[in-house]
């Protein structure tokens, strides 16, 4: 009897033990995230790479566990969901939660459908969602997937970094001696990542593990995840075939060249008779080149509307330019086939070239791989040597000047089979995009009027042209109030205006407003502050605690120009000294004069960046440092 008793006592123990752990590890977590709801308990990642049918196959195998720390949790962190796509298909998966007294309560309703992308009109990517059950403190959600890679060159990268807390994180890559496997370590804090590598047999396995990692934190003015998440790009450089023979595969961008060659080698065989009528009309008694250039992509940029439709592998292989030109619409490859084939036809020499958005830090000096590129456009070469870039998915973008989010991207572009040419995008000077804002005021029993002019180039110039070309007469009144909003909330616009008749390269806004309560008149004394906007107001980065890039549309100089006409039978008492400040990073000028009868306020903003970096934050908070005590000078004008 005794023997039976210990036996039962013992059985008690075994199953209570995983109970005691999960609650320690419970309370472990929640001292080291206070104020976190869930954490990345772990995840794994394991890729096994083979030899089928003379390809390269890849499987892989993962799993995710979340921990909820809080009983507040399931209201709003249950939801979980998983993707896939053609190149990428999940054949096995199944969900779970196990519950703080080690129950497991299966996942039973799981809802697939397509995953709208706000760029993309239809893609395959196909998005799995579901709901863990019996969510608590302490409970674990635990996901399995095996995936099977179908492209052996479209292997995706492993991220370690979540908008949640990770304590373990880890990926592992198993593949036999005939196959070279490379890797780069990309992102933030890549110290982290631990690396070893064994050998056992025929098999090598590398391994790669981040522990305890911080929330991912989000900025809205922070590039791509890819900039600064830590992660793993993997690649199958060649292998060796069942003959012995060895096949180069990603080696370098001699193979990437030839990967994306056999894109296009097949299409655009003739043009049709609707296509070449259409070329021959638009370059009727044009006689150069870069007038030739210009009228087919504005006529491109006019006629084929961008709608990105992508499907296995068209989403790779641009459609023949006779079909765009009939459908009118394509996406970015079909953008750049008929592009391509119109200029070729019209004399003007035009490239297929593949490049990669600023949304990724990729280049192909460095890593020749699909992942550079996302994009696809067109090039022609006017001069030897001298490329300008065209981007038939941006209707408004002007000739001459490359898309804003292409500025300093490498380019891939196709000379012929096996000639290619890597040449990095020009990024505009800050004085090809300005904005020049002049505001005239005078004084009004109730406050000021004036009117208001904005004068724009550039990519200013461009995205503005963007915004009215799609917007409703009421969405338009809207936008510009709000654009020329200054001063106070009491700010009214009576009129307002869009030039017309003006080149597609400037745009002029202008608008006549009043601004009540806004100066203040004690007795026979008028005091204003002309520093109706303030800039950067609230624009301060948190350093050093900040450690994500911030990123910039593009470079450029503003320049606002109030300029207050002073009453008849007054006299300036009172004028700001002005300043002005830059830094390694960036500088104002703040300027009052006057002249006559007006009071002139210069303010000048200059920015010549796209990137700025984590060691630039605090050159940065210095210019604001010394730009925010001028918003609080104001003039005084006096009865004479």
């Not at 053609?86 to 007294?101: G, I, R």
């Not at 009043?514 to 004394?525: H, P, T």
């Amino acid at each position: 009897m005794k023997r039976i008793r210990f036996s039962i006592l013992s059985l008690v123990v075994f199953f209570a033990l995983p109970v005691v752990l999960q609650a320690q590890k419970l309370e472990e977590l929640k001292k080291r995230y206070p104020g976190q709801d869930v954490v990345l308990l772990n995840a794994s990642a394991h890729y096994r790479i083979s030899i089928r049918d003379n390809e390269p196959y890849v499987e892989s195998r993962e799993n995710e566990q979340l921990m909820y720390l809080t009983t507040t949790a399931a209201t709003y962190m249950s939801r979980y969901s998983f993707t896939q796509s053609s190149f990428h298909e999940v054949v096995e998966y199944d969900a779970y939660t196990q519950t703080p007294d080690n129950k497991k309560i299966k996942v039973a309703n799981f809802k697939t459908a397509d995953l709208r992308s706000g760029s993309v009109f239809y893609d395959d990517v196909k998005e799995t969602k579901f709901d863990f059950p019996a969510v608590a403190a302490g409970a674990i959600g635990v996901l399995n997937q095996k995936i099977i890679h179908k492209k052996g060159f479209l292997l995706p990268p492993h991220y370690f970094g979540r908008r949640i807390p990770v304590v373990n994180n880890e990926m592992t890559i198993s593949f036999p001696k005939g196959i070279s496997v490379k890797y780069q370590l990309r992102g933030l804090e890549t110290d982290k990542i631990q690396f070893t590598e064994t050998k056992k047999g025929n098999e090598i396995v590398y391994k790669f593990r981040v522990k305890d990692l911080e929330p991912v934190q989000y900025y809205p003015d922070a590039p791509g995840n890819s900039y600064y998440s830590p992660h793993v790009l993997f690649y199958i450089e060649k292998y060796t075939n069942s003959e012995g023979k060895e096949i180069t595969y990603l080696a370098d961008a001699d193979a990437l060249y030839q990967l994306n060659y056999s894109f296009i080698k097949n299409i655009n065989k003739e043009m049709g008779p609707e296509l070449k009528r259409i070329v021959d009309s638009l370059t009727d008694g044009l006689t150069a080149q870069e007038d030739k250039a210009r009228r087919i992509y504005q006529w491109v940029q006019e006629k084929i509307k961008y709608i990105a439709f992508e499907d296995g592998m068209e989403g790779f292989i641009p459609r023949d330019a006779n079909l765009v030109c009939s459908r009118r619409y394509g996406d970015c490859k079909d953008m750049s086939s008929i592009l391509t084939v119109m200029l070729n036809a019209a004399g003007v020499p035009a490239y297929y070239t593949w490049i990669g958005t600023r949304s990724l830090p990729y280049a192909y000096s460095e890593t020749p791989l699909p992942i550079v590129a996302n994009h696809m456009i067109c090039a022609i070469e006017l001069k030897k040597d001298e490329f300008i870039f065209l981007d038939g998915t941006d209707a408004t973008c002007l000739f001459g000047l490359p898309s804003s989010h292409i500025q300093g991207k490498e380019a891939m572009i196709a000379m012929g089979p096996g000639q290619y040419k890597i040449v990095t995008v020009p990024t505009p000077p800050k004085t090809v995009n300005m904005l020049v804002d002049s505001c005239f005021l005078q004084f009004t029993d109730e406050g000021v009027t004036g009117t208001i002019t904005q004068h724009m180039s550039g990519y200013f110039s461009i995205n503005t042209r963007d915004v009215l070309n799609y917007y409703s007469e009421k969405e338009k009144e809207d936008y510009l109030k709000n654009r020329f909003k200054r001063g106070s909330n009491k700010f009214h616009i009576s009129q307002y205006n869009i030039a017309e008749k003006q080149g597609r390269e400037q745009v002029t806004l202008s608008a006549n407003f009043e601004l009540q309560n806004y100066a203040r008149k004690l007795g026979d004394e008028w005091y204003i502050n002309l520093n109706l906007l303030k800039f950067y107001e609230h624009q301060e980065i948190d350093y050093p605690k900040r450690k994500i890039p911030v990123e910039f549309s593009y470079r450029f100089i503003k320049r606002y120009v109030t300029v207050l006409t002073i009453p008849d039978g007054y006299k300036v008492t009172f004028l700001p000294k002005g300043k002005s400040y830059k830094n390694n990073v960036w500088g104002f000028v703040m300027e009052y004069e006057q002249k006559g009868n007006q009071v002139i306020l210069t303010q000048e903003f200059h920015n010549d960046h796209l990137l700025l970096n984590p060691d630039q934050f605090k050159e940065w908070n210095e210019v604001l440092e010394h730009l925010f005590p001028q918003y609080k000078e104001s003039i005084s004008i006096s009865k004479i």
